[in-house]
């Protein structure tokens, strides 16, 4: 299992580099064309974030230095990939009008 981890590690971070570069890319020759966020949307950012997250948590929970048995470190893996793509579709989401906190606050 450590080499699935290390691999989704290592093409999760690959990933997200080339996601980093193209939304900067795109921005700088002002080509909507070249940005991800258009191109796949929140599946595809949350894909990427599953995939550095499965592969963070379950080399964390493999090289822990508790004897986790295989399976566990599976659940973990899998948790630490849920979580992941959760927050990467939960930080972008727009403020809630109702939310008083989220509201802006007013110019004097």
């Known amino acids: 299992m450590v080499k699935i981890y290390a691999v989704s590690l290592v093409v999760g971070m690959l990933a997200l580099v080339i996601w980093v570069m193209a939304k900067a890319f795109s921005e700088n020759i002002d ?5 991800p966020e ?5 599946a595809g950012r949350r894909i990427v974030a599953a995939m550095v997250g499965l592969g963070m948590a379950g080399l964390s929970a493999e090289f822990s230095p508790r004897e986790i048995p295989w399976p566990l470190a599976l659940l973990l893996a899998l948790a630490g990939a849920t979580a992941a793509a959760w927050y990467a579709g939960w930080v972008d989401r727009e403020p809630d009008s109702a939310d008083p906190d989220s509201a802006e606050p007013e110019p004097t």
């Not at 258009?38 to 929140?42: I, N, S, W, Y």
């Open 38 to 42: 258009l191109r796949f949307g929140l």
């Open 31 to 35: 080509r909507p064309s070249f940005d």
